[in-house]
């Protein structure tokens, strides 16, 4: 993808435990956002803020947060259910390694600001970070956050209690580097040409015990559907199509999907129409197409099938799914099962 810096956006996930970082600090959230166009009641209504929304963001920041060292703070609060389809990405790959592979892939989805790259030495991996934003003071928080992000994640995945690993930054040695210490540990260079990270090969490659290639399966194919999505921004249908695979278990209606893109109801209903399809459609269309993967590619019953796709009863489950298939849930998985499918 050919990175914009007027198009960039960031999941507002990453927003959310940022407010709650910056409220703990005794600043208010409608402060922090202001002049965001972001309103801090109806936050969870919105998937994604744009690069003009995160620019004004950071600049609030510099302007209240009195600590250069909020981006290590913020990383630091990463956990991986933040990162969305990413997130379950990691739980359900085989180790790191292949997850890191799927996260290069796949990152997009969640944050344009940055993009990742990968040396595969001999014994370990170089994570090197690309920084997708030319002015300079927005890249020290960008960084900070996404190299303690990402030591924060891996310590919590794979259990343990430091990770003291050789660390790069581009930006000059800081005055204070005590939480750098703290949070990345002693081996940490400033001034670099790069922001990376080495790990031992090892570590990536160690066995995850929640591993499922069912699931990840399953969601790298989401997670392609959401890539291709980025690309077509414009197309109404395509944002919805978006916003619903993000969250398969939330039921949204017509006017809660509207209020969520900031638009009234007649105005989605008129500009879906002009792209000849209809919002129940839209739902319609993913619904099943992940209710047939869960069944392929899963071992959870029709009722837990049913509850991740936010239906309140198996049997409308059921009677949606044998209206779009034309079985039942449980005739179809025996049917593929039978066929060889996994």
């Known amino acids: ?45 919105i998937a994604y803020i744009n690069s003009g929304q995160l620019t004004q963001l950071i600049e609030n920041a510099y302007e209240l947060i009195d600590d250069p060292d909020w981006g290590l703070q913020f990383g630091e609060r990463l956990h991986i259910g933040a990162h969305g389809l990413l997130g379950h990405i990691s739980s359900s ?6 997850s890191l592979k799927v996260y290069q892939q796949f990152l997009q989805i969640r944050n344009q600001l940055v993009s990742i790259d990968y040396k595969l030495q001999t014994q370990s991996v170089v994570i090197i970070f690309n920084i997708h934003a030319n002015i300079k003071y927005l890249q020290r928080p960008i960084i900070d956050g996404c190299i303690s992000g990402l030591i924060s994640t891996l310590t919590t995945k794979l259990q343990l209690k430091s990770v003291d690993v050789p660390i790069q930054f ?80 939330t039921l949204l209606t017509q006017e809660d999907m509207a209020k969520r893109l900031n638009i009234t109801s007649r105005t989605l209903r008129r500009r879906l129409g002009q792209e000849g399809i209809n919002y129940q459609e839209i739902q319609n269309s993913v619904r099943k197409n992940i209710a047939i993967e869960y069944l ?22 059921s009677r949606a799914f044998k209206r779009w298939v034309g079985i039942s849930p449980s005739l179809f998985r025996h049917q593929n099962i039978e066929t060889g499918h996994p």
């Open 170 to 249: 581009t930006y000059q040695k800081p005055e204070k580097t005590q939480l750098h210490t703290q949070l990345l540990g002693n081996h940490i260079t400033f001034n670099s040409d790069q922001n990376s990270v080495e790990l031992p090969l090892h570590l990536l490659t160690q066995s995850n015990a929640s591993a499922n290639p069912g699931v990840f399966h399953l969601v790298k194919q989401q997670s392609e559907v959401a890539l291709a999505q980025i690309s077509q921004q414009n197309r109404l249908s395509d944002i919805i199509n978006r916003h619903l695979l993000e969250s398969p278990e």
């Open 1 to 45: 993808m050919t990175y914009n810096n007027n198009n960039m956006s960031l999941s507002t996930d990453y927003v959310k435990i940022f407010v709650q970082l910056v409220e703990e600090k005794g600043i208010l959230a409608k402060d922090i956002l202001a002049n965001t166009h972001i309103d801090p009641l109806n936050i969870n209504k």
């Open 93 to 98: 790959a085989n180790n790191s390694l292949e």
């Open 296 to 317: 392929k590619s899963t071992s959870w019953t029709v009722q837990e099938i049913s509850d991740r796709l936010g239906y309140s009863e198996e049997v409308n489950f």
